[in-house]
């Protein structure tokens, strides 16, 4: 099994870009490498970033952004990729930083979001979510598979549509806590960025808003997994309810994905 840092593959304009492979299940099998990919945006890609990302046999980019965001910031066309885009906000009341400038502004957005908030929009994201809905259908078709799941900067939308993925691969939530939380390594560079823009607008308690809003906490994830259990007794009674992944369905899935 790799170490977890060991998963990062290094792009010069995309962050926090890792292969999903190599986490041992329950049952001591491992995730293949090269089937799921976790990410940022990828649309500011450079063209060494699109030649390496070529190599990768990726078929499927999974966007969970909404249609503004990803008009901003579009994704790059590769051939034979499928194009997969659903909103994963689901009936959330606010925007997402990326998407706010709309609407309250990106600055307020960490001014008035608290981290209470983000719990409950961790707690609320796994249920009739019709992008993860979709997402869970896609990865049951091998010839999906590479897929690359992003959103904006790969923590939250994606950090929930990696944990499902994993959740039906058998791997640990203590293995999907760590996978979840390494995101705090890898956007360190462009958090540090964005605090050096913002800290002259921010007082200290604004700016620690804003830290547990651009953190991966692991607050934020168990919302969602103890919501998943309060809901459904069990994990494997929430997939087979939300996503009809029975467990002969979750078996099929692992018997290709898993070595």
Not at 33 to 41: H, I, K, M, P, V
Not at 203 to 208: G, V
Request: net charge negative.
């Amino acid at each position: 099994m790799r170490q977890f840092d060991m998963q990062v593959i290094p792009f010069e304009a995309v962050y926090n870009f890792r292969d999903m492979g190599g986490y041992k299940t329950k049952d001591g099998r491992f995730v293949k490498d090269g089937l799921f990919y976790r990410s940022a945006a990828l649309g500011k890609m450079t063209t060494a970033d699109k030649e390496q990302f070529e190599t990768l046999g990726i078929k499927t980019i999974f966007d969970y952004r909404d249609d503004h965001e990803a008009q901003s910031n579009p994704n790059p066309i590769f051939l034979n990729t499928k194009y997969i885009q659903i909103p994963a906000k689901g009936n959330h009341a606010f925007e997402m930083p990326t998407n706010a400038e709309k609407t309250m502004g990106r600055q307020n957005f960490y001014k008035v979001i608290n981290p209470d908030m983000f719990r409950d929009f961790y707690a609320q994201m796994p249920f009739n979510n019709a992008s993860f809905k979709a997402l869970m259908a896609t990865i049951q078709q091998p010839e999906n598979l590479g897929l690359v799941h992003h959103c904006a900067v790969g923590k939250d939308r994606t950090g929930i549509g990696g944990a499902l993925i994993l959740l039906a691969l058998d791997v640990p939530e203590e293995t999907i806590m760590q996978d979840y939380l390494d995101t705090n390594i890898h956007l360190r560079p462009m958090v540090e960025r964005m605090t050096q823009a913002i800290q002259h607008d921010f007082n200290d308690k604004e700016l620690q808003q804003f830290h547990a809003l651009m953190s991966a906490r692991e607050d934020y994830l168990q919302a969602a997994f103890n919501e998943m259990d309060v809901r459904y007794g069990s994990k494997a009674t929430f997939l087979e309810q939300e996503f009809a992944l029975t467990k002969e369905k979750r078996e099929q899935l692992q018997a290709y994905c898993l070595s």
